[in-house]
């Protein structure tokens, strides 16, 4: 009988570079936040994912991907779902030395659903 484990679907908008970190982790984790990035934040709507992609990171790196992933359910408990903006805009707020165990969390592969900007390759 196979364990059934709460999770929750979540997306992150990332550029070219941060994807080919998370295609070395064979599709299974986000790489360590950089010094001036105290905190990793995954968005709770593909709309919101989708809206970052396109309008920030294609024209800070001329691409921009979602990516879609579950998560345990019980991590998440540790944190509240905070507002960026609009109501619409819905994240986590994971301190960046919780990333490591947050991507401990993640229940099986990271996908990537979209792609745009001229220098994206298409869904990979």
Not at 46 to 56: F, G, L, S
Not at 65 to 80: A, I, M, P
């Amino acid at each position: 009988m196979s364990e059934i484990r709460d999770v929750v679907t979540l997306w992150r908008p990332v550029g070219p570079q941060e994807l080919e970190l998370i295609e070395g982790s064979g599709m299974r984790a986000f790489p360590p936040r950089l010094p001036d990035q105290p905190i990793f934040y995954p968005v709770l709507s593909e709309a919101y994912a989708v809206q970052i992609a396109r309008d920030w990171n294609v024209p800070a790196s001329g691409a921009g991907y979602v990516t879609r992933f579950d998560v345990l359910k019980s991590f998440l408990d540790r944190y509240r779902v905070e507002h960026a903006g609009s109501k619409a805009h819905l994240e986590y707020w994971i301190p960046a030395e919780n990333l490591a165990d947050f991507n401990r969390a993640i229940v099986g592969r990271i996908e990537v659903t979209a792609a745009f900007g001229k220098d994206a390759a298409s869904c990979r």
